[in-house]
């Protein structure tokens, strides 16, 4: 390992500064992934945080934003490296415009490429990986592995990456294909769960104080919004809705007593649910979905 290349240890729990928290197993996967220098791979139910964990690590390491790629069934790993405007290039051509002349006037450094040209150390989140093609991962590794340099094929030069700034990539994936054997073993692997009720409530807690929100009233909540989610649905409701609705909740001034005994209906279900079909099959009768109550003004 190369001895400039220091990160601090991410740590778990709740942070200054920082709403996301990270369990322990997390924040060990992810200090696993520093100190073999190997990219984090991370699945997970949609909501539960993957790509909000890639802010968090650059938020705690202090090593600014971070750089994103979300790919796309039409993308080669050179994407994720950088662009190159070849019909702008022409444009200018015919106009005999001066820029034209050099070629390095029309790439684009793209999140991992600008990582690598980077003096320091930066985030990069390499978003739902398995939309891409199959060969994608494997070639990601061509540019991972090692020293990390890439060809510019258009200007002809080749982009190194600086000592003691190795940028800490992050993978994501929803698991909607397989992804090649090769690529995973040279990955740290991580799988985030739903959180549980005390996971919940901190994260609840987090936005809000006891003196505006009780352990009654949060309990209730977090037994009706499980309830949901154990429902026969398609999108169950992830954590991001629970602070939403919880926001409702306390605008409407609902209580304790109301959350329990109130029919789902009339709890401002919108919020929670995002499909017609998990209306019905949650709300039961169709006069239920059609009166569910309007969030307050």
Request: hydrophobic letters at 40%.
């Amino acid at each position: 390992m190369d001895e400039h290349y220091v990160f601090r240890q991410y740590p778990d729990g709740p942070f200054d500064g920082d709403d996301y928290i990270p369990s322990k197993k997390l924040a060990i996967a992810v200090n696993t992934a520093l100190a073999a220098e190997q990219p984090l791979l991370v699945t997970g139910e949609p909501g539960t945080g993957k790509t909000r964990l890639a802010e968090s690590v650059a938020r705690r390491l202090g090593l600014g934003e971070v750089l994103t790629f979300v790919a796309r069934s039409d993308h080669q790993a050179r994407d994720c490296l950088y662009s190159f405007d070849s019909l702008r290039r022409l444009h200018d051509a015919q106009v005999k415009s001066e820029l034209a002349s050099s070629p390095a006037n029309y790439v684009r450094y793209e999140a991992l490429g600008e990582a690598i040209r980077s003096p320091a150390p930066r985030v990069v989140l390499i978003d739902e990986i398995d939309k891409a093609p199959r060969d994608f991962p494997n070639d990601l590794l061509g540019v991972l592995e090692g020293r990390l340099r890439f060809p510019v094929h258009e200007t002809g030069e080749t982009i190194e990456g600086k000592d003691g700034a190795r940028p800490f990539v992050i993978v994501t994936s929803n698991r909607e294909q397989p992804l090649p054997h090769a690529f995973l073993r040279r990955c740290v692997f991580h799988h985030i769960e739903f959180p549980s009720d005390k996971e919940l409530g901190a994260i609840v807690r987090s936005k809000y104080s006891a003196a505006q929100i009780s352990d009654g009233l949060l309990a209730a909540a977090l037994k009706r919004f499980r309830e949901v989610r154990a429902s026969d649905i398609e999108k169950r409701p992830a954590t991001g809705e629970l602070l939403a609705w919880v926001k409702v909740l306390l605008r409407a001034k609902v209580t304790e007593a109301d959350v329990l005994a109130r029919r789902l209906a009339e709890l401002y279900p919108g919020v929670l649910l995002k499909l017609d079909e998990d209306f019905r099959r949650v709300l039961g009768a169709t006069g239920d979905a059609e009166s569910a109550g309007s969030a307050p003004r």
